[in-house]
């Protein structure tokens, strides 16, 4: 199994606490994504200006070397274009530009991938690059390849399913364009059903459930290894120019990201706010209000780490309930059954055999 | 000039000929923004007017409730002036609908000045100004609009294929000036509704182009959006007088077919297929053209279930796709 996509958290970038960004720190370089998507609402004939009202960003940003825009920023971009572009385009226009526009810097690696196992790898390590406001997590079991996504630096929630059409829409054509046919990728979203399902049925297929555990998008194992084109040295190019230009971005951990892994390590324990809060350097208030102004409730949080630590082993390692519950660090089976129905609306029974029918 | 040179048809023909170029170079149409600018100096004018030939009232003579009254009054009209000018091209059905406005704002915004200004009794030109300019704003307003009842009956002609029965501008797509998915959603569910009542079935015809990716890649996004917007006026060209042409989403239009049997929209889509396949689609200036290729889903239904035959346009064109794939990959595999 190669290396990345083993479930191995790091664990001292956890402990790392002021290495994270919040919300108002500037990293995201505004010549890229920023300017794709002013580039893809004027296509629509919304001007830059509407675009770009009350984002503080100006035309000119575009042009200084080096000038970066924070998370807050984006997303107020963000919120302009999906509100000006209609009938819920925005997030299919923007994957789409990601994976063909010349502009874009994957342009270059998706023509020259050997196959879909290279594309995703490359994709995977350099999310920081595309998807400044979720990251991705890969997972493999003896059927299925998952790429899971969560918010990177706050929950997001008003652009979380923006982002997710763009990401599935970019995995989509980008696969399609190696392979010359479409693949049978399976999308869920967390996000409840839109009124625009004729978009998902246009750019995704007919795999798409909404209403979903996760934000995750899977793929028959088959198909990541096959070889459609030799590895030339065009790729290794490509590869070796992206991986510098997400260096140069030195892409920091964000806060929701931090945030996520560090509950994961506790989940045996999770430690109650205020402890957690001095691992973070803060005060107890201090902290809530930063996780306030970053769209998070602490214990909300530590529901859904549990949650989809739960679904991971079940799903992808496929445990039986008492070896999860035990993971899980409950000692009754009826208090972890209470609990796994809090989180997911289902008891672990009818779980397992919702994700049996879906198999 | 003899009267033969008057009378000589060469004559009368290039003299005609001079006047209507001379009428074309300098066309007296006043720009929107003369126009705006207008309005304001008339306004100007009137405050001008009201300070030199009568003096402000006093505070406590002003009546605060006629302020705000007199004052929205003249502050809405005004923002209907602006409203007609920024949408409207110039034309005659713009310059009456603007005249009126123009009257009944000047007739509002005399009626404010009133309120804070007292003109003499011997020239209280402002009253008459006040009493002439609002019947006569109202009777030029409703000419206008009577004319732009007309021009809207002349553009709903040019709109067919495009809008039946019911408008929202919500619902047009930008790119190819037709309907979106909720449109269509709207025109199938009233189009099944009456062809149910006559107990006729209606159909549905899904276009997809293929390899739109590849164009896009190829030659940019802008042009692939130029591709669609052209393709939406080959495949109107080629539908029945009845039909609605929608855009799904993505490279995918949409038809309905009211009242057709699936026999019937069979024949409509091999000549939608037919006329796309001899679309040239220039690129440039280029005298090399594109050749775009579609594929197309059908399905016919009696019930009134809208969802279901959307289902099932999407699943028969999803189905000639897949053949297509796979007969084309048994061309490239299979030795000559």
């Known amino acids: ?33 920023p300017a794709l998507l002013v580039d893809i609402a004027e296509r629509r004939g919304v001007h830059r200006d509407l675009v770009l009202s009350g984002t503080g960003l100006f035309e000119d940003h575009f042009l200084r070397e080096g000038h970066c825009i924070s998370t807050a920023q984006l997303e107020r971009l963000v919120l302009n274009v999906q509100r000006r572009i209609g009938h819920g385009e925005a997030g299919f226009l923007l994957g789409n530009a990601l994976a063909d526009e010349p502009s874009s810097c994957l342009a270059s690696l998706v023509p020259y991938s050997p196959s879909i196992h290279d594309l995703l790898c490359c994709l995977r390590n350099v999310s920081g690059i595309y998807s400044p406001m979720m990251w991705v997590n890969a997972h493999v079991d003896h059927e299925r390849i998952y790429l899971v996504w969560r918010p990177r630096v706050s929950a997001c929630a008003q652009t979380r399913q923006f982002w997710m059409d763009a990401l599935s829409t970019l995995i989509t054509a980008s696969s399609k364009s190696i392979v010359a046919a479409p693949l049978p990728w399976q999308f869920e979203f967390s996000a409840p059903m839109t009124k625009h399902s004729e978009q998902y049925r246009v750019h995704l297929g007919d795999n798409t459930r909404f209403g979903c555990q996760v934000d995750a998008m899977s793929l028959p194992r088959q198909y990541l290894h096959v070889a459609h084109r030799a590895h030339t040295t065009a790729f290794h190019v490509a590869q070796h120019t992206i991986y510098r230009q997400h260096e140069k971005l030195s892409v920091p951990l964000g806060f929701y990201q931090t945030m996520h892994r560090y509950l994961q390590c506790r989940i045996h324990a999770p430690p109650p706010l205020a402890e957690a809060g001095k691992d973070f350097c803060m005060s107890p208030a201090t902290f809530k209000r930063h996780l306030y102004s970053h769209g998070i409730r602490y214990q909300t949080l530590v529901d859904q780490v549990r949650r989809e630590m739960s679904i991971y082993l079940y799903r992808i390692k496929g445990w039986n309930h008492d070896q999860v519950a035990t993971y899980l660090n409950y000692s009754d089976m009826s208090n972890f059954r209470r609990s796994f129905k809090r989180w997911t609306g289902h008891s672990p029974v009818e779980f397992i055999a919702a994700i049996k029918s879906m198999a | 000039m003899t009267l033969f040179h008057i009378c000589h ?63 929205g009054a003249a502050i809405f009209s005004l923002s209907w002036i602006v ?60 000419i206008g609009l009577y004319q732009w009842r007309n021009e809207q009956l002349a553009i709903r002609q040019q709109l067919l294929k495009r809008e039946r029965l019911f408008r929202n501008h919500h619902l047009i797509d930008w790119v190819t000036q037709v309907g979106g998915a909720d449109y269509l959603r709207r025109q199938l569910s009233i189009a099944m509704q009456s062809a149910q009542s006559h107990s006729q079935p209606t159909s549905l015809l899904l276009l997809d182009l293929d390899d739109f990716a590849h164009f896009n890649h190829r ?21 029945r007088r009845n039909d609605i042409l929608c855009r799904y989403a993505g490279d995918r239009y949409a038809a309905i077919l009211p009242s057709t049997d ?38 016919t239904l009696s019930q009134m279930n809208p969802t279901a035959l959307e289902e099932r346009a999407n699943r028969s064109l999803e189905w000639k796709k897949r053949c297509r794939d796979s007969f084309n990959t048994l061309q490239t595999t299979e030795p000559c």
């Open chain 2, 219 to 239: 030659y940019g996004a802008r042009e692939g959006d130029r591709l669609l917007h052209e393709l939406g006026e080959l495949l109107m060209l080629n539908l």
């Open chain 2, 9 to 71: 048809p060469c004559v009368m023909l290039r003299s005609h000929s001079v006047w209507t170029e001379t009428h074309s170079e300098s066309p007296k149409v006043l720009s929107n923004h003369q126009k705006g600018l207008g309005v304001a100096i008339l306004a100007l004018t009137q405050l001008l007017l009201c300070l030199m030939t009568g003096e402000v009232k006093l505070w406590a003579d002003i009546d605060w409730m006629d302020i705000v009254g007199e004052g």
């Open chain 1, 1 to 33: 199994m190669p290396r990345f996509f083993q479930h191995a958290p790091d664990h001292r970038t956890m402990l790392a606490n002021n290495h994270w960004c919040g919300l108002n720190d500037r990293w995201i370089s505004s010549q890229y994504l």
């Open chain 2, 83 to 142: 409203l007609i000018l920024s949408s409207r091209p110039t034309g005659p059905v713009t310059n009456y609908l603007m005249g009126g406005l123009v009257l009944i704002f000047a007739s509002t915004w005399q009626d404010f000045l009133d309120e804070v200004t007292h003109l003499p009794e011997t020239l209280n030109w402002g009253s008459s100004l006040e009493s002439i300019a609002m019947p006569l704003g109202i009777i030029v307003l409703t």
């Open chain 2, 262 to 299: 699936a026999r019937s929209a069979a024949l409509v889509a091999e000549q939608l297929q037919l006329a796309v396949a001899h679309f040239a689609f220039h690129l440039g200036e280029q005298a090399d053209a594109y050749f775009p290729r579609a594929t197309i889903g059908a399905a």
